[in-house]
């Protein structure tokens, strides 16, 4: 019996150990529709895990695959992770959406731009983009979610667009080379340790449109 079920699994392995559907100009993708999300090329869950994508990273707003053409809407969650040799990636404004973890670990990660569409920055979305120096927020985007910019220590200056509401837990938290913030007048929550240990802050605004602030905010800001 454990010889057949073992038999099975094995058989099985080649299903799910594919995380793709289609490699177009180095770049992978999933489709729904007539949609398409750039995904990595293994399956995160696996214990190859990780992508190739190395270097100027160029996202088109289109593919065609098999016959069809796919709008490219999304960059899937674990997308990028772990991809340290990544330096840049240009974003279509075709995607809308942007999945937790997506460039989790790129630490050679110099520039990226988040296109106006997106309505919000995911879990993890930039964990540990230790080269990330600046970053801007689209106006589209209305929550920045928990840890979503967490050990980004090399990042010195982030503008919050007006239409931002709530700054998750740990939403900044270890960028230590952040210097200045300032909140819009649109945010009323400030989640738990949102910007603690970011040691080199040494001024921010909270606008008297906030109602909650999280406990231990600004530990560990010297």
């Known amino acids: 019996m454990k ?24 770049i992978y993708y999933n489709f729904s529709g007539v949609e398409a999300t750039v995904t990595s090329q293994k399956d995160y869950w696996m214990s ?8 100027d990273v160029v996202i088109p707003s289109s593919v065609s695959y098999n016959g069809t053409t796919y709008s490219v809407t999304g960059i899937g969650s674990y997308a990028f992770d772990d991809c340290s040799g990544l330096t840049s990636v ?16 790129c630490t ?40 979503a910019f967490i050990g980004c220590s ?9 239409n931002v509401t709530s ?10 080379s952040l210097t200045s913030i300032n909140i819009p007048n649109s945010v009323t929550n400030i989640g738990d340790g949102a910007f603690s240990d970011c040691s080199s802050l040494t001024s921010i605004t909270i606008p008297n ?9 600004f530990y560990g800001c010297i």
């Not at 190859?48 to 270097?55: F, I, L, M, Q």
């Not at 700054?167 to 230590?176: E, L, N, R, T």
């Open 167 to 176: 700054i998750g837990y740990g939403a900044f938290a270890f960028c230590s």
């Open 108 to 147: 050679g990660l110099t520039s990226v731009n988040i296109p106006d569409g997106v309505n919000k920055i995911d879990y993890y979305t930039f964990f540990h983009c230790s080269s990330l120096t600046t970053i801007t927020i689209p106006n589209s985007v209305t929550s920045i979610v928990e840890c």
């Open 48 to 55: 190859n895990k990780g992508s190739a994508y190395s270097g």
């Open 154 to 162: 090399g990042l010195t200056s982030v503008t919050i667009p007006n």
């Open 90 to 105: 240009t974003i279509p404004n075709s995607v809308t959406s942007i999945g937790s973890s997506a460039f989790s670990g």
């Open 209 to 217: 449109s906030v109602t909650s602030i999280g406990n231990d905010v």
């Open 3 to 26: 010889r057949n079920l073992l038999s099975i699994l094995v058989a099985l392995l080649p299903m799910v150990a594919s995380a793709y559907d289609a490699k177009i100009d180095d």
